[in-house]
């Protein structure tokens, strides 16, 4: 079972850089892809940014490309979404997400989520 954590969320003003953690339980993590999505009020949960379990392949929503970097720690059991730029646009519960299959974590479906951490962008 792999339990997740995020942090590192807050309100800052556009133009900003933010970096969100995820910390996980489970001496299995590092054999899972893991993923970040998130959710504005009145929208769906979408994928931000998934990485795969060795960190060798990583993929982006067309939104946060080439502002947003995730990367991980195994040896700390941690993922991290650097996001650098951020718009208001980006406004949105986000949210850690882990599962065997890379593939599925890419559909929205992981077989783990975390709680959610809020990140809000003021103009």
């Known amino acids: 079972q792999v339990q997740l954590v995020e942090s590192g969320g807050g309100l800052l003003q556009a133009g900003g850089s933010l970096r969100l953690s995820c910390a996980a339980s489970?001496?299995?993590?590092?054999?899972?892809?893991t993923g970040w999505f998130r959710q504005a009020p009145g929208k769906e949960r979408d994928i931000v940014a998934a990485?795969?379990?060795?960190?060798?392949?990583?993929n982006y929503a067309d939104p946060v490309k080439g502002r947003f970097t995730i990367s991980r720690d195994n040896a700390k059991n941690t993922v991290y979404l650097q996001m650098n730029s951020l718009k208001p646009e980006d406004t949105a519960v986000y949210y850690c997400a882990a599962g065997t299959s890379y593939m599925d974590l890419n559909r929205g479906e992981p077989d783990h989520w975390g709680q959610g951490t809020q990140v809000t962008v003021s103009s």
């Open positions: 489970g001496r299995t993590f590092s054999t899972y892809a």
């Open positions: 990485i795969s379990w060795s960190g060798e392949s990583a």
